[in-house]
């Protein structure tokens, strides 16, 4: 079945230091492909997305790109804030749900953590 | 602009009571889902409802029951809450069609104690 695997956290950084959150997925199929964050005591939001190859989804300074030669979809961002402490969830839709829907599956998270 | 709403926010109960938790979007989606969310485990889908009127089982049914009210609300029902379903509960909804993105309620952290 499908899976996403992250890696392990919690990733601490500087301000301003190169974020790299990796992020490796298993599909039989062709999924679209997500990054959601989601602050303490919040819900889960968008990040970005992307739907096909090559196709690189990029919000608030954070870019992913779709590889699927190597089944990956790495989260990046050039200068890490304070504000961007947070869990971080890759997922991926590739299909149905038994009856309509749509089938997500969600990497465990990764936290961040950006001192001053 | 509420897009998902889920009450309540927090709720302590005791093993063996009962308890519901509502959630209504406005985004006009068919297809509705109640996720929770333990450490390390990542969201794991507990039932969904491709659209009004239908409901399926998800990855962890046990001890949960469901209603889809209308096609905006969507609720989760714990009949005996047991230990074991203290977590964090976040309703989400979608289009029906297409691989695209849920989108997220707030979530309510349940413990039972």
């Not at chain 1, 500087?14 to 992020?23: D, G, M, Q």
């Not at chain 1, 149905?96 to 001192?115: A, H, I, P, R």
């Not at chain 2, 379903?85 to 691989?99: D, K, L, P």
Request: charged share 20%; proline share 3%.
């Amino acid at each position: 079945g499908d899976s996403v695997t992250q890696m392990e956290g919690p990733v601490t950084l500087s301000e301003e230091a190169f974020l790299t959150i990796n992020c490796t997925y298993t599909a039989t199929g062709y999924p679209s492909l997500f990054w959601y964050v989601q602050y303490p005591g919040e819900g889960l939001q968008l990040l970005l997305k992307a739907t096909k190859a090559d196709d690189k989804g990029s919000n608030k300074g954070f870019e992913a790109t779709y590889r699927k030669e190597t089944t990956s979809f790495h989260l990046e961002k050039g200068s890490v804030q304070v504000s961007d402490s947070a869990v971080y969830f890759c997922a991926l839709s590739e299909g149905m749900l038994t009856g309509g829907g749509n089938k997500l599956t969600f990497g465990t998270g990764t936290q961040l953590k950006v001192e001053l | 602009n509420a897009g998902v709403t889920q009450t309540p926010k927090f709720q302590v109960l005791k093993t063996g009571q009962s308890m519901t938790l509502q959630c209504a979007q406005d985004m006009n989606h068919n297809s509705m889902y109640w996720y929770r969310q333990d450490p390390g485990m990542g969201l794991r889908l507990i039932y969904y409802s491709a659209s009004e009127g239908t409901t399926d089982k998800g990855e962890v049914p046990n001890g949960y029951n469901v209603s889809r009210l209308n096609k905006r609300e969507f609720s989760l029902r714990l009949e005996s809450a047991a230990p074991s379903q203290t977590s964090v509960y976040f309703c989400a909804s979608s289009e029906q069609q297409g691989r695209t993105e849920a989108f997220f309620g707030q979530g309510t952290r349940l413990t039972v104690v």
